[in-house]
Structures are given as C-alpha cells and as structure tokens.
C-alpha cells in the first residue's frame, strides 16, 4: 500500500515517498499486464483444444440423447432407418450415410428430423466443410418446430464448429442463454462464452464464468480441469477440492499447481 507524506517529512523524505508509491503503482500494472498477457497466450495456445473437448462432450451427450429417445420409444416413423444410417457412419461409410440420412432429414418427424440433420453436419465437419455444417445446424437451431433439446445441441455444437470464424457478439448472443449455472448445457456453452470473452479481452467476465465452470460438479471432470487451468490464469479461483485436484494432476502425470490467489 502506497504512503502518504506528512507535513513535517523533509523535502527529500516526500520525494522519496512519492517516488515508492509512482513505482509501486507501476509494478501493479507490469503485474497486470503481464497476467493479461499470460491469459491471452494461454487462451490461444489452448482455445482450439477447448473447443475440441466441447465438441467431444457434445458428440457424446447427441448420442446418448438420440439412443435413450429411441430406447423409450419416443422416435416415431424413420427411427428404424436412422439406425441403419448410424450403422453406416460406424462403418465410415460417410457417402452411403449421408445418402441415407438425407430423406430422413426430409421427410421424418421433427425429432427425427433434426437428429439425421444433426448427423449429416458431423459428416460435413469431418470432410473440412464447416461452414455449410453450421449454417445447417444454426437453421436447425433457429427452427421453432424443432424440440428444444435438438436446438440448443444444434446451437452449441454450430458455434463449437465455426467457432474460429464467428464474431464474439455472436457467440454470445447464440449461446449465453444456456451459459448459466444450472442449465443442462451450461458446461458447453459456457466454455464457449467464456473463449468469447477472452477474445473480447473482458477477462473480467471469463475468469468467473471459467471459475463456475470448474466447481460445477454437473459438468464432466475433463472440462472441469480446462475450466480450473483458465480460471487460474486469469486470477480467479476454481478449486473446491484440494485432493481431488491433486489427484486428477498425478493421474495426467502433470505436477501439482498451486491455486490461484
């Protein structure tokens, strides 16, 4: 804390506490700086690592998604002939798949429908075709006929694959609805908001919204450890259990970090 000089210090006394505190007030913003300039490295270094595990989590949940609805009968006509175009995208078939999907696309109730348009984007994902993929899935997203577990998987894992391309704005108009604490999709959307953030250099709002992230115990433990890493580095501290996060540490064969203060 910077000093303040008294009446009865001499004039060199005053120029010497003057000089303390004008010092001290840069060391406080090289510290800053150099913490913005760390976050904003890391945020690159890692941002499309982020984005990836998003879209592994994502990848996971739609299927999971699509088999309980099939399992409980709750697919109704072309259920049978999506499992067929499924067995084909396990095959790595990709042009038979998508042949198949796309009547079902078409012409399928709208669950259905939206589940085969939600395939038939992870098909053109993997050929290196994002943009058509996101236009489809922001269509499929802005489509009020849909089911809202459809649009907002489509909303996410759009933003998930154009993520590079999009306007922070947009990211976060799209996804800071389902960003919140609480909400099924808060871990992926999240992520996303918070990388939108950083880009915006409001680490202000993305070290917080990491931090929540992070001590969620709703949200898989592998985006909770991305989540603890960026909270840390942007000065805010995520970690809950001590113990747990030394443990996963070791069993990444990582070395133990301190949290941040």
């Known amino acids: 804390m910077a000093l303040t000089p008294t009446p009865d210090q001499s004039r060199a006394d005053q120029l010497a506490v003057r000089r303390a505190a004008e010092q001290d007030v840069l060391l406080r913003e090289v510290d800053e700086a150099v913490r ?62 998508d042949a198949a999907l796309d009547p079902i696309a078409q012409d399928g109730t709208p669950a259905v429908a939206a589940s085969a348009k939600i395939l038939q984007a992870g098909l ?81 709002l993305a070290g917080p919204l990491f931090a929540s992230i992070a001590k969620d115990k709703d949200v898989p433990s592998s985006m909770q450890s991305r989540a603890r890493q960026m909270a840390g580095m942007l000065g805010y501290d995520a970690v809950v259990d001590v113990d747990q996060v030394l443990a996963e540490q070791q069993a990444n064969g990582a070395a133990p970090s301190a949290p941040a203060q």
């Open 124 to 204: 053109m994902i993997a050929k290196g075709d994002t943009a058509r993929a996101s236009a489809q899935l922001f269509k499929l997203a802005d489509d009020k006929k849909v089911p809202d577990v459809y649009r907002n998987l489509a909303s996410i894992r759009g933003v998930a694959a154009s993520f590079d391309t999009m306007k922070p704005d947009e990211v976060i108009t799209r996804l800071k609805p389902l960003a919140k604490p609480g909400n099924p999709w808060f871990g992926s959307a999240g992520e996303l908001v918070a990388m939108a953030y950083l880009k915006q250099g409001k680490n202000d």
């Open 36 to 97: 913005q300039d760390e976050a904003a490295e890391f945020a690159k270094r890692h941002g499309k690592s982020v984005v990836a595990g998003v879209i592994v989590v994502l990848a996971a949940f739609g299927g999971w998604l699509w088999w309980q609805d099939h399992r409980e009968g709750q697919l109704e006509k072309g259920s049978e002939n999506l499992v067929q175009a499924l067995d084909k995208v396990d095959a790595g078939n990709a042009k038979a798949a």
